[in-house]
């Protein structure tokens, strides 16, 4: 079966410095990965998408980026964060394949993040 | 870009009482998921809705697709405290493998 692992779970970061996020996904090959923003108590920003290495598309303009080293792993950075970057980040895969019939996006558990 | 809206933003309801929520999209939409969050959980698929006037149950939650494949609702009948959350729905504009959620309506259960 699949599973999607996303650390760390928590962290406290002062303004300014570095952020790391990491994901991987394990039992399945080629899946679309994708990041997720969510502010306390509001709803799900796509931040970006990938469908395969290397390859990022970026939806909102910001101070983060994302990389797709390998096939089932997915990063998402900073190299300086912003007090607007405290929230929610959920990482999330779904099968590659497309099609009118969709496919069901899987999440991990969510890195809770607070800038300081 | 592609624009979800979802009505109620919050909805407080006594359990045993009824739910509904409503899902609007700018655009016709090829299909339409729903997921729930649980407080500081992760939103979990429920179902997914593909043909024009759909209609699909779960248990006590029924969930319909419009006729012009353009809005969605979740309905839930006798709320019970398990049912708290988030619920969202989810659509992926045709062409791309990205998928928009909706805002958003959070559910509180009052036992």
């Known amino acids: 079966s699949q599973t999607i692992h996303q650390w760390p779970a928590t962290l406290v970061q002062p303004v300014g410095s570095p952020l790391s996020l990491e994901c991987t996904v394990e039992?399945?090959?080629?899946?679309?990965l994708y990041w997720y923003r969510q502010a306390a108590g509001r709803g799900l920003q796509l931040l970006f998408y990938?469908?395969?290495?290397?390859?990022i598309s970026s939806e909102v303009p910001q101070n983060l980026s994302a990389s797709r080293p390998q096939d089932r792993q997915f990063i998402l950075s900073s190299k300086k964060l912003l007090l607007s970057d405290s929230g929610f980040y959920l990482c999330?895969?779904?099968?590659?394949?497309?099609?009118?019939?969709?496919?069901?996006?899987?999440f991990g558990e969510g890195s809770w993040l607070t800038v300081v | 870009g592609q624009q979800v809206m979802q009505i109620p933003q919050y909805q407080h309801v006594q359990e045993g009482e009824d739910f509904t929520t409503y899902c609007n999209s700018s655009t016709t939409l090829s299909n339409i998921q729903w997921y729930k969050q649980r407080p500081g959980g992760h939103p979990v698929f429920l179902i997914q809705?593909?043909?024009?006037?759909e209609v699909k149950k779960q248990k006590r939650l029924t969930f319909q697709f419009g006729e012009a494949k353009k809005n969605s609702s979740l309905h839930i009948t006798a709320t019970q405290t398990t049912d708290v959350g988030t619920y969202f729905c989810a659509v992926s504009p045709s062409g791309t493998y990205k998928y928009i959620f909706g805002t958003g309506t959070r559910l509180k259960v009052l036992a």
């Open positions: 990938s469908v395969g290495i290397g390859q």
């Open positions: 809705l593909v043909k024009s006037g």
């Open positions: 999330a895969w779904c099968p590659r394949w497309s099609g009118v019939s969709g496919n069901t996006i899987y």
């Open positions: 039992g399945t090959s080629n899946p679309n």
